[in-house]
């Protein structure tokens, strides 16, 4: 972690792991974005920039 941290933070840090305790959620969720991605990659391809179009929004599973 890198930027300036108080003498709390710097505390805190000493005692728990940040990348321990955010890692699992921050790597699901770059799961979940490249799957999004990748699923709207076509629609975009196609030329079809409309976020309204009903039939494929990014929502649908």
Known sequence: MSGQNG???KA???FM???KMVGSD???GLIT???DARREAPRLESGCT???DSSR???TR
């Open 33 to 35: 974005s490249t799957r």
């Open 17 to 19: 792991d940040m990348d």
């Open 50 to 52: 409309d976020v309204r």
């Open 12 to 14: 805190f840090s000493v």
């Open 26 to 28: 921050f790597e699901a």
């Open 7 to 9: 003498f709390p933070s």
């Open 57 to 59: 929004t990014p929502f």
